[in-house]
């Protein structure tokens, strides 16, 4: 059969009818049939259908019809109709649509071509005969095109759907698949080569289509088991208790730090509720209805509350509370992340303290006491009883500074102020203003011995000396006090009446205290209108000293002189110490007074006995 094949390649292509059509034996009604099978005119495609499905069936010397390959020992016995069925078996091979078929010689020459295979080339058939590859695409392919067919020709093994571009120039980006076969004459000498190509362009372009998203899908897997990595190291990585919730508030991911916060792993919270887990039931409280508002809301949420850790110890923690939601959007879960914020409060709670209290004594400060004064008013209008407020005030604690320095003063001031919290109550208020200023606020009082009690307390608390190192001082204390049942008062028009109290109970010597009078409040403005006249007169210098002689009677001679304080006042005339020596004292300025005073030069030169200054009320 191949050489029938190699022979009609070359003989002039004349169809004739196989002999069974002219057999005296065939019924005439089948062989109109046949003819009309073979030599009508049909179409390549119904040739071949033709020849798949009727060519193989013929009929016997009767008439009857026979099977597949039946054809064969009559066209082996007879040399015409194997011409005829190469020429049959060809024609068909190369006309059929599409079909790229070509048949060269051993240099290579196109002998034979499809219309398909010439049409590539824009070419007839008739004209692609004699032509070989370097007539058609570029030298380099043309190289290799031959290389192939020289090596299929030297050993007789085929080549079998070799993949490639097609480099024909109308042909950019085409991708062919070609098969190609040693061409053997009747005797089996190889005379050439023979192949078919078939245009592999769309499976090609759907292979690497699939081999983009094949690299894409296993990029973006490398990516996600980088980011899984990333993520997971993080998550191993926090202090912050991170943990997955399902629907059911049910433990689904526990990190390292949340194994650490429950003091459990992950094994035994896996699947448990922390109802299960035995949470505190005070937290529970909080915790479970916070998960569960994330849960019908969608909405993220945060939360701050305190706890006991194992050792009994308070601490905070901060939550941020986000739901957790599957690929579609749908709502599965909560997503927890719980950061221990305990050294943050603690920091907050020492800022607040230190803005509300005297960083010297601990005691609450003027604005922390203006607070609680305000709302032990409002709590006195609900329950209608009284408070008093007591201001209290050491006597010449400024010489302590003066003489044994303000580390000394610190140490008396930090101990007045645990005086005077022993002798208050529980529930009492201690301030410090300033300086050597104490305020201590009582609520419910009931009766006025109950705030001279108190008061009487703290003057004698105060009395007791004070241990300083090696030194033993001795102080006291002035106290004014101001008890009210009036809730329309405020706070600053209390602290004023009982320091116009202490002023009234150190006028009357010191050491001892004084319940404000409300129908003595011009003696109380009178004495800050000469406190500021004494002020004054110290910038302007209108206090004079006046000598008098100390005699001896008994020997009838001068002993000395004593220098008496006089204040020349601009308005009133000469003012003896009686005038405002009380008033000096309460405020503090009679030390600046007689130093002023001893500095101005005497009003007389001449020598005589010594002169001493007395700042007594004469």
Not at 151 to 177: H, M, N, S
Not at 304 to 310: Q, T
């Amino acid at each position: 059969m191949v050489g029938s094949v190699l022979s009609s390649l070359f003989a002039p292509r004349v169809y004739r009818p196989p002999p069974a059509i002219n057999s005296a034996h065939a019924d005439p009604a089948q062989k109109d049939l046949l003819n009309e099978r073979i030599c009508g005119d049909r179409e390549p495609q119904a040739l071949r259908d033709w020849m798949i499905g009727e060519v193989m069936s013929t009929w016997t010397s009767d008439g009857a019809e026979q099977g597949p390959g039946a054809l064969a020992p009559q066209a082996a016995e007879d040399p015409g109709l194997q011409e005829d069925l190469g020429e049959f078996w060809t024609r068909n091979l190369l006309e059929a649509p599409g079909a790229i078929v070509f048949f060269k010689d051993l240099q290579g020459r196109f002998i034979r071509v499809s219309p398909a295979c010439a049409a590539l080339t824009g070419r007839t058939p008739e004209e692609l005969v004699g032509l070989t590859d370097f007539d058609l695409t570029d030298r380099a392919h043309a190289l290799e095109l031959l290389a192939d067919e020289q090596r299929i020709i030297a050993t007789g093994e085929p080549l079998i759907d070799k993949a490639e571009v097609d480099r024909l120039v109308d042909r950019p980006g085409t991708w062919v698949e070609t098969s190609k076969f040693p061409l053997r004459d009747a005797t089996g000498t190889i005379v050439g080569t023979f192949g078919a190509s078939r245009d592999v362009t769309r499976q090609g372009r759907a292979e690497q289509e699939v081999a983009r998203m094949a690299k894409a899908a296993a990029d973006e897997h490398a990516r996600l088991i980088v980011a899984e990595a990333q993520l997971r190291a993080v998550l191993n990585g926090s202090t912050d208790a991170i943990v997955k919730y399902d629907g059911d508030l049910r433990y689904r991911y526990v990190n390292p730090a949340g194994e650490r916060a429950r003091a459990t792993t992950l094994e035994q919270l896996i699947g448990r509720t922390d109802r299960e887990t035995g949470m505190d039931q005070g937290l529970l409280a909080m915790w479970e209805p916070a998960l569960r508002a994330v849960l019908q809301t969608g909405e993220p949420d945060e939360i701050e509350f305190s706890a006991r850790d194992l050792q009994g110890g308070e601490k905070w923690f901060h939550t941020t509370l986000s739901p957790d939601r599957d690929t579609t959007g749908a709502l599965v879960g909560v997503l927890t992340s719980m950061r221990d914020i305990t050294e943050i409060k603690r920091a907050e709670q020492a800022l607040a303290h230190h803005a509300m209290h005297d960083s010297l004594t601990g005691l609450a400060n003027r604005h922390l006491l203006t607070d609680r004064l305000g709302q032990a008013l409002v709590r006195m209008e609900r329950a209608g009883n009284r408070l008093a407020v007591f201001f209290v005030d050491l006597d010449r604690f400024k010489d302590v500074n003066d003489t044994y320095g303000h580390e000394v003063g610190d140490s008396v001031l930090i101990e007045v102020a645990r005086r005077l919290e022993r002798a208050g109550r529980r529930t009492d208020t201690i301030a410090r203003l300033g300086g050597d200023e104490f305020i201590v606020l009582c609520e419910q009082v009931p009766t006025a011995d109950d705030v001279e009690q108190v008061a009487d307390r703290i003057v004698h608390a105060m009395a007791e000396p004070f241990e300083v190192g090696t030194l033993t001082l001795r102080l006291s204390a002035s106290v004014g006090a101001v008890v009210t049942d009036d809730p329309g008062n405020d706070a600053s028009s209390l602290l004023r009446n009982a320091d116009s109290a202490m002023y009234r109970a150190k006028e009357g010597g010191r050491n001892r205290f004084e319940i404000f009078d409300p129908l003595a409040p011009i003696e109380a403005a009178e004495g800050s209108a000469i406190e500021a006249e004494l002020r004054l007169a110290l910038e302007n210098k209108e206090f004079r000293l006046v000598y008098q002689p100390r005699l001896s009677l008994a020997e009838q001679h001068v002993l000395g002189f004593e220098a008496l304080i006089r204040w020349e006042h601009p308005r009133r005339g000469t003012l003896s110490p009686a005038d405002f020596l009380a008033v000096a004292e309460a405020r503090g300025l009679i030390v600046r007074i007689g130093a002023g005073c001893s500095t101005r030069p005497a009003s007389s030169s001449r020598r005589g006995p010594p002169i001493g200054t007395r700042t007594s009320p004469r």
